[in-house]
């Protein structure tokens, strides 16, 4: 405790701290989202401020208070809705969000706001296709996606990033429709790549892991397609 108080003390007295806001905000925008700018965070009040500014990034969360608060949205599809190209979306950590055949059609960073990907939740409930449709560049980090009948992530264009993330199709008697990662985007669309990375991620259950024609990276990744029997380790560098 005494650590930290110490560290808030000294960037408080130091130069960085002379700047104004719109110059500290203009410095935390080239930070990576996770970890970094997510750490500015923890300095002190006027970081923690500017760190979770909309104009960095958007928030799902649940409302607080009774006005609403810019840039924090009470679901992901109305963040999804309401972001802007290029946007990073940060999804509170401690509940389960549902997530029912979300396209999205422009390049976004979906991260999830735990420490760990089991701390930030999002369900997809039977009778959807998917979670999250992507048609569009994106990435994902840091969640967990559950699926009880369907595909956690449908891939249908652009490059889609997967990382640090876990991916589970519940165990049903129709396991042989669900796919955690299902992709129908060719390698070549219109002159654009298109394809799949997905890296240190565990992906649980569903008649195949991933199901792909097109390009498909894998690094460090766990496939588990029988929760109770088998296990298989993946260190795949392309496919």
Not at 156 to 169: A, D, F, K, N
Not at 205 to 230: D, E, F, N, P, W
């Amino acid at each position: 405790m005494a650590k930290k108080k110490w560290a808030a003390e000294a960037t408080v007295n130091s130069p960085i701290s002379m700047l104004d806001d719109g110059c500290l905000m203009h410095i935390f925008s080239f930070l990576s989202p996770i970890p970094d700018r997510y750490n500015t965070a923890l300095v002190c009040h006027r970081w923690l401020f500017l760190a979770c500014h909309p104009r960095l990034w958007l928030r799902v969360e649940r409302p607080i208070k009774t006005t609403a608060e810019p840039g924090v949205f009470p679901t992901l599809e109305a963040a999804i809705s309401a972001a802007r190209p290029g946007d990073t979306i940060l999804i509170a950590a401690g509940s389960t969000h549902i997530a029912s055949s979300i396209q999205i059609k422009k390049t976004l960073c979906l991260i999830g706001a735990g420490m760990n990907p089991d701390d930030t939740v999002l369900t997809c409930p039977r009778g959807a296709d998917s979670a999250l449709e992507f048609l569009s560049t994106c990435k994902i980090a840091n969640l967990t996606i559950r699926a009880e009948l369907g595909c956690c992530l449908l891939h249908r264009g652009g490059r889609l990033t997967i990382e640090g993330c876990v991916l589970q199709c519940e165990d049903n008697p129709l396991d042989y429709l669900s796919c955690p990662i299902r992709s129908t985007a060719t390698n070549l669309v219109k002159g654009q790549l298109h394809g799949v990375t997905v890296a240190r991620t565990r992906i649980e259950g569903g008649a195949k892991a991933v199901c792909t024609s097109g390009a498909l990276v894998l690094q460090h990744v766990r496939a588990i397609y029988s929760r109770t029997s088998v296990f298989f380790w993946f260190e795949v560098g392309e496919k």
